[in-house]
């Protein structure tokens, strides 16, 4: 059982604490509740553009110093951006807590001021590079973002992906920064997770000393989309420079944390994850059809989403392996699955959170995680329990229920100059 | 209340770190043991090192070692590969296995209240593996198929064409994973000869890290593998370079590319140099980490690339040193133009105090943030066995790296950087950099992604 101790400033700031002295070590994770979703066509990527610029400086930490601060006294940070939160985050050697909470209250309340035009035109071109680097200069690059077009309506947030588009990139000015700042960045909208080697008296201390006199914002935007359901299968071709085809789906569910989102969760290990799993066996060990194949699911907030993808092998046609994979969804919802796949789920769940725990750092992204999405951070003791709870035919339903041809899109990858 | 915000806080006391203590013991048979007991959480990890791997291929078997490797999950013990992936799913383990150049490994991560039965699996799949000549057609399907995927990947055709230019087709020239024609001549009788002649326990290692006390795991591995069969010591093979006699630009042509993969580098050292402290610290402030020379300058200076750095590949024999950077098309000549002027300046002596500082500090303080895990301690301890290093090297890495000055790291420089016989492979569009690279006054080559020369255009 973890200790986890919870607590609020008088400016809404909610603090977590995970005292844990098995190594002289201390990560510091802020999660703002503030992604992707919060941005308006037009101004895509936006969110993320924003999180590279909180690294370059703020009133009393200059450009590029958040780094150094960090790097110097043997620190290691990053920060990262989904559709529904980004993150911020260090590791340093315990006896340096005090600095990285100074450099997170630093940005998080006097930031705005040491903007400049030049900052945010380097950051702009760092993140074109990121996008060409990771989607538009890579073998199927795009196909999240192409899933994304076909599974949401173009006003929902999630109909574009975190990276943005380059025309929206190019778009962002210093007064989009600040505005974003003015409207997201305030302690009444971030948990901040401490965990490992400190006293929690003086971590108090330390948090109310660097924190207490950043203002609240006191209401942020309401997030009032809803996703328009689909009428019937969203499917396309896409020709592009790739060497074998390859498949990909998303099939909508609920929120995450939901019962059949936990249960969607045990089902893609028990699709797509050893050999034993059904569609590597069947498509890849036995038939040889298939290159590789994969299921897993994403942890959003608004609303839920599965991803499966299968390579056709070199003179395959993905006919057959879009065949291949719905005679086994097809066949798990009528015969249902083992005893033994339902626990080989289960040992997974267990070891993945076990795993996640046991480093301070991603103990305490998950702890900011919990915090954010659903209030609570003692989530984080009882997350295993629906999936320990869950039963064989839990899993079957989800098959029958959500991964039909109304509930899915498509997107087919082939190789350019194949195409019909 | 108003506190002093322009002055950063000063740190406490450090707290102390010792690296686990190591218990090691070897069996009759000649594998060695090592064991790093850490109770926090309630995981095991299982390493296996076998010290043979890709460095053992030839042009004509590239990709054996680690299709042998692949193959020993496709059936160990008793069990076929389905039901070997079934019994470890019912343990709540995850088992891997793989080569790179100078081993090959297997790992097994498990809950550990089921490190008994885990060991016992772990121990087929290293010494009892079926070899099954089914397998190896599954496995060579998946690397023909995976070699013909990285026909359309910029990293890996970077990778591979500077590893040819800089080795030919000896070890480390060729790819790991092999190429087509290697792939599809290989048979089981060179699988089975290879395993044979290679896994044997007086060459290899066995690692336990995490939740189980020493003797216990001592025990679980002897009853696995002690029965396991030693032989003769295969040889190292040799390496063969051929020297740079002047700076060369390879262009591979991909016509659709909007960015440049560029690798700028040439052979470096083995893993046992004796300047490996100050080559580390000398790296770190050039490429090795966020806020090195090249990043910022091509980063957060120029807004060139979403990442620049530099590597000294510390191998057993020596690996390249190489500096790395995906950049868009208009800025390729002036991209490699700052890497080799940052070459150039770093052997002139122009060393900060602070970069020095704050880099030695990094280095030293980062550690124990590294080994966070079961699974870190293991890797570790891999390395320790692989590389030959000392009993005490964890425990005294932090004052080398105090030691090492501002005249080393020039010499270092001086010594293993020459930026005026550098190889400088890009994969990219060659029409759209072609003539701005023409202005660097070096030797253009363009060739396809095979490396075959393409006429001049």
Avoid at chain 1, 71 to 79: C, R, T
Avoid at chain 1, 104 to 125: N, S, Y
Avoid at chain 1, 356 to 367: G, S, V, Y
Avoid at chain 2, 214 to 240: F, K, S, Y
Wanted: aromatic share 8%; glycine share 6%; net charge negative.
């Amino acid at each position: 059982m973890l200790s986890l101790e919870e607590y609020k400033l008088a400016n809404g700031l909610r603090v977590v604490l995970n005292e844990d002295h098995s190594a002289p070590l201390v990560a510091i994770n802020l999660w703002y509740h503030v992604g992707s979703k919060n941005e308006r066509p037009g101004r895509t990527g936006f969110a993320h553009l924003f999180e590279h610029m909180l690294f370059s400086g703020s009133e009393h930490v200059g450009n590029n110093e958040h780094f150094r601060y960090v790097q110097s006294v043997g620190g290691v940070l990053n920060g990262s951006t989904f559709f529904d939160r980004t993150n911020y985050f260090e590791t340093l050697p315990s006896n340096y807590l005090a600095l990285g909470l100074w450099l997170e209250a630093d940005r998080m309340g006097w930031f705005v001021d040491a903007i400049t035009q030049e900052k945010l035109d380097i950051q702009r071109e760092v993140v074109k590079e990121e996008r060409r680097q990771r989607y538009d200069n890579v073998p199927y690059g795009t196909a999240f973002e192409r899933l994304l077009h076909l599974a949401y309506d173009p006003e929902y947030p999630y109909h574009w992906p975190t990276i943005g588009s380059m025309e929206d990139l190019e778009a962002a000015s210093l007064d989009d920064v600040r505005e974003f700042f003015r409207t997201w960045y305030a302690p009444d909208n971030c948990t901040l997770t401490i965990v490992g080697d400190f006293a929690p008296d003086e971590a108090k201390r330390l948090v109310e000393q660097y924190f207490s006199e950043i203002q609240p914002r006191g209401s942020f935007p309401a997030f009032a989309h809803q996703r328009k359901p689909l009428s019937h299968e969203q499917r396309e071709t896409f020709a592009s420079q790739v060497q074998l085809p390859r498949i990909y789906r998303l099939y909508h569910l609920p929120k995450m944390g939901e019962p059949d989102w936990v249960h969607a969760d045990l089902l893609t290990t028990i699709l797509a994850s050893d050999k034993a799993s059904r569609l590597d066996r069947v498509l890849v060990h036995e038939k040889q059809i298939a290159q590789d194949v994969a299921t897993y699911i994403l942890p959003t907030e608004a609303t839920g989403l599965m991803l499966l993808q299968a390579t056709a092998r070199e003179g395959v046609a993905i006919e057959q392996i879009e065949s291949a994979i719905d005679e086994e969804i097809a066949r798990l919802a009528v015969s249902g699955i083992t005893d033994d796949e339902l626990t080989r789920a289960k040992n997974r769940a267990e070891i993945e959170h076990a795993h996640q725990l046991e480093t301070f750092d991603a103990r305490a992204d998950l702890i900011g995680m919990m915090s954010t999405y659903f209030g609570d951070p003692h989530k984080v003791e009882s997350w295993l329990e629906p999936y320990r709870a869950a039963t064989a035919d839990d899993l079957a339903h989800i098959a029958r229920k959500y991964m039909i041809p109304e509930n899915r899109v498509t997107s087919l990858f082939v190789p350019a100059g194949s195409a019909a | 209340m108003s506190i002093d915000r322009a002055t950063p806080p000063s740190p406490t006391e450090p707290r102390p770190y010792h690296f686990p203590h190591i218990t090691r013991t070897t069996l009759p048979n000649g594998l060695r043991i090592l064991v790093a007991e850490n109770h926090n959480a309630p995981l095991v990890s299982l390493r296996a090192l076998v010290r043979s791997g890709a460095d053992h291929d030839t042009a004509q078997t590239a990709g054996l070692a680690s299709i042998v490797a692949d193959m020993l999950d496709e059936g160990a013990g008793s069990r076929d590969a389905i039901q070997l992936a079934e019994e470890v799913g019912l343990l709540g383990a995850a088992l891997g296995t793989g080569a790179d150049w100078d081993a090959t490994y297997v790992s097994l991560d498990v809950l550990s209240r089921n490190a008994e039965p885990s060991t016992q699996i772990f121990g087929d799949v290293t010494a009892r593996p079926t070899l099954p000549e089914d397998g190896l057609e599954r496995v060579r399907a998946e690397r023909l198929n995976e070699i013909l995927q990285q026909r359309n990947e910029p990293a890996s055709i970077a990778g591979k064409r500077f590893a040819s230019l800089l080795y030919g087709n000896g070890a480390y020239g060729n790819s790991v994973v092999g190429n087509a024609d290697s792939v599809s001549r290989l048979t089981i009788d060179d699988v089975r000869r290879f395993y044979q002649q290679h896994y044997i326990p007086n060459h290899s290692s066995v690692v336990v890290s995490g939740d189980v006390d020493a003797q216990t795991a001592i025990d679980l591995v002897t009853r696995a593998l002690g029965e396991w069969q030693p032989g003769p010591e295969p040889a190292r093979p040799v390496l063969n370079t051929r020297p740079i006699d002047a700076s060369r630009i390879y262009v591979i042509d991909r016509p659709q590319a909007v960015q440049s993969e560029i690798r700028v580098g040439h052979l470096g050292v083995p893993r046992s140099c004796e300047d490996y402290f100050p080559l580390s610290v000398m790296n770190a402030i050039f490429g090795g980490v966020f806020n090195s020379r090249i990043n910022l300058n091509l980063r957060e200076r120029h807004g060139y690339t979403y990442g620049a750095r530099s590597q000294f590949a510390f191998r057993r024999q020596a690996g390249p040193f190489v500096v790395a950077a995906p950049v868009r098309n208009e800025v390729t000549r002036e991209s490699v133009s700052e890497m080799l002027s940052e070459l150039r300046r770093i052997r002139t002596g122009d060393i900060e105090d602070r970069e020095l500082d704050d880099t030695k500090s990094y280095l030293m303080g980062v550690f124990p943030a590294t080994v966070q895990t079961a699974s870190d301690i293991a890797s570790r301890l891999v390395d320790m066995e692989l590389y030959g290093l000392p009993e005490d090297y964890f425990d005294r890495y932090r004052e080398n790296i105090a030691a090492v000055t501002k005249e080393e790291i020039t010499r270092v420089a001086n010594k293993y950087l020459d930026p005026d016989r550098v190889l400088i492979v890009i994969v990219g569009s060659a029409k759209a950099i072609r003539e701005p690279l023409g202005g660097l006054g070096l030797p253009v080559h363009e060739m396809d992604i095979d490396g075959n020369a393409l006429p001049v255009a």
